[in-house]
T-cell receptor, first 116, second 115 residues
Framework: EAGVAQSPRYKIIEKRQSVAFWCNPI?????LYWYQQILGQGPKLLIQ????????DSQLPKDRFSAERLKGVDSTLKIQPAKLEDSAVYLC??????????????FGSGTQLSVL | AQKITQTQPGMFVQEKEAVTLDCTYDTSDQSYGLFWYKQPSSGEMIFLIYQGSYDEQNATEGRYSLNFQKARKSANLVISASQLGDSAMYFC????????????FGTGTSLTVIP
């Protein structure tokens, strides 16, 4: 079974530029998550989708970050304009979307963003 | 409020020895799940072990076991017979049903296995 696919693997941009990340979850997974992981910290949830609807985006800096999940499958996360503090690894994860507490997250390899 | 606490930023263990990574959590929900993930330097998060709040026995998966103490709200990961490949970041996470099945992660523990 194919895992969670993310691209690009690495991205280097200058501040004030824009950047986009792409994620394709495991087939059949209804729930998709974007996490930001700053070096030395745990993953912080940016946005959670259930199919193509947003469940939680309370920690998404909406003045510069946006995300969409068209057709409830793959998703893109965009930053415009980027700031130095956005340098982090952006992890995409997916799950079946059932309410069971034993349902685990499957993660992609992440996109490492460096803002110069 | 911090929901998952990992108080050990870094740990060292001798190869072939056992090591315990601490995790405490905070929730008033009765139904929740506790997870441990491993993150090697490559970056991908790898699922290790799960413990449900209603599970009476501690979970085990090969060399990994979870020391679950519900009254103390702790879910410590025990790695037996450490191997060099166990060197990585380890994250404790909680999934709560009362918050839309969101996952909350701790700050992680960096484990280094010494040959």
């Amino acid at each position: 079974e194919a895992g969670v696919a993310q691209s690009p693997r690495y991205k280097i941009i200058e501040k004030r530029q824009s950047v986009a990340f792409w994620c394709n979850p495991i087939s059949g997974h209804a729930t998709l998550y974007w996490y930001q992981q700053i070096l030395g910290q745990g993953p912080k949830l940016l946005i959670q989708f259930q199919n193509n609807g947003v469940v939680d985006d309370s920690q998404l800096p909406k003045d510069r970050f946006s995300a969409e999940r068209l057709k409830g499958v793959d998703s893109t996360l965009k930053i415009q304009p980027a700031k130095l503090e956005d340098s982090a690894v952006y992890l995409c994860a997916s799950s079946l979307g059932a309410a069971a507490t034993n349902e685990k997250l499957f993660f992609g390899s992440g996109t490492q963003l460096s803002v110069l | 409020a911090q929901k998952i606490t990992q108080t050990q930023p870094g740990m060292f263990v001798q190869e072939k020895e056992a090591v315990t990574l601490d995790c405490t959590y905070d929730t008033s929900d009765q139904s929740y799940g506790l997870f441990w993930y491993k993150q090697p330097s490559s970056g991908e998060m790898i699922f290790l072990i799960y413990q449900g709040s209603y599970d009476e026995q501690n979970a085990t998966e090969g060399r990994y076991s979870l020391n679950f103490q519900k009254a103390r709200k702790s879910a410590n990961l025990v790695i037996s017979a450490s191997q060099l490949g166990d060197s990585a970041m380890y994250f404790c996470a909680m999934k709560r049903r009362d918050t839309g099945n969101q996952f909350y992660f701790g700050t992680g523990t960096s484990l280094t296995v010494i040959p």
